[in-house]
């Protein structure tokens, strides 16, 4: 990849929501709700923060290891050997992801559009197309288009359904136990953890802190429009029905008649839907050839790419027979898997990222002390996470006080609600007034990365 890539902080931010957002509309809100029933709409608290902590790491990173990726930190901080075994198994985690994403989407196409076609010629084309795809610079372009029609579409989608809403499906609120709703967090960190894929993007951002800020922005965008389709997906079906259907979102889609003569809104909503999955995929399989080109040592990535799509197209075709497979191992191991992995490595680069930063010196802010930019970033920041962790603990003292006073959970909707909206709003801020100080100060934000 010894080509220059131009990207801003705004695709960054939309490229983790497309990333995120389409990776559990297949096979994982079905299994979230049969774990936590009622409050599943309570699913991405945890794994927020979680994916903001992988932002942390690679921001520190950043910081350490300026024009290097997460492949070429691990051989550079691990030396050949050890830092060739990490990163084997970072490729074995990323081509797992695509192997998932691949069948699982085919599977959706198959049920959702073309039910007649080949579950191998859907599959066949579909690898083609993601094969078609040789920078991420385009990528970025392509889903600026389609990121925001994707959110916009699931929100006019929830105000269309208005009428088959009855809130007597929600009761009672924060009845499954703590057990249960602990769970469907758990298993949507799994999602949330596909942030770690941008570490081999990060050399394309001279500026950290604004990877960062952007990736917490895409984060948060994904938060709140997940949350509220989960909330229509129980307020429309409950969770007694929605726990038993394949594609539960598609479904909720199909409820959707808007005249007579225009009941089939969710063909609309699959064209714009389809390229947003197939974004997921684009990033993770350049993230595979960076991974890839870094043991080659740098050299372009074009040569890999016919062998790597056809060993792909062999092992999605051999892999999870039936629909119900990619489901249970989505729902119920994927997250174990990527924990497994992703917790050890993270918390190993984030001491060897401070380290290092402290033996260069290299431990000052961004944004300097004293500047309105500064004292505005730090205040955006503070909100941000305090109104995260109040989703947290507005859910925990809701629970507590359920059995003395059942009536106070009827509002922990709201309440987590609005600090969702303003952990955006403050997410966004964050990442404005860090651009609005680059370009100010003259700064450059666009890197070269190999």
Known sequence: MLQRQVIN??????????????????????????????DAWLFQIIPIMYAILIAYVLLELGHAFPGKNLFE??????????????????????????????KGLSYFVKASLLPQTPLEVILLVFILLMMSYRTLEVTARVNEIFFPAN?????????????????????????????????????????????????????????????????????????????????GLLLVMGHSIASRLSYPVLALVQQIHVTDFLDRVDIFLLSIWFPSFAIKVIVAFLALLTGIGSFAGGTQHKPFIPSLGLFLIITALLSFPQVEDVERFVGYSYTSVVLFIQVPLLLFLWIRGRIERRRAGNLKSDLPHGTRYNQFYRTMEWTSNLSILGCLLTALIGKWCFEQYMFLSQYVIIIVVVLLVIALVTSYLQMQTVNRYLHKTGRKKIGTYT
């Not at 490229?15 to 709700?33: K, N």
């Not at 930190?73 to 994403?101: A, R």
């Not at 394309?204 to 909330?231: C, E, N, S």
Request: aromatic content about 12%.
């Open 151 to 231: 959110v916009i579409s699931s929100l006019l989608m929830l105000c269309l359904l208005i009428n088959e809403y009855d809130v007597q499906r929600l009761d009672p609120i924060l009845s499954t136990s703590l057990k249960g709703i602990f769970f469907g967090n758990y298993m949507t960190m799994g999602m949330f953890g596909d942030v770690l894929l941008f570490g081999a993007f990060l050399p394309m951002f001279i500026q950290p802190r604004l990877f960062f800020t952007a990736i917490k922005h895409g984060i948060m965008i994904v938060g709140f429009a997940t949350g509220l389709i989960m909330l």
């Open 9 to 38: 902080h705004r695709q960054v931010a939309w490229l983790v929501g497309g990333v995120l957002m389409t990776g559990g509309m297949i096979g994982l809100y079905q299994s979230i709700i049969q774990v936590a029933k009622v």
């Open 73 to 102: 930190i691990l051989f550079l901080v691990c030396g050949k050997w050890v830092g060739g075994f990490i990163n084997l198994i970072l490729l074995l985690y990323i081509w797992m992801i695509l192997v998932i994403d691949v």
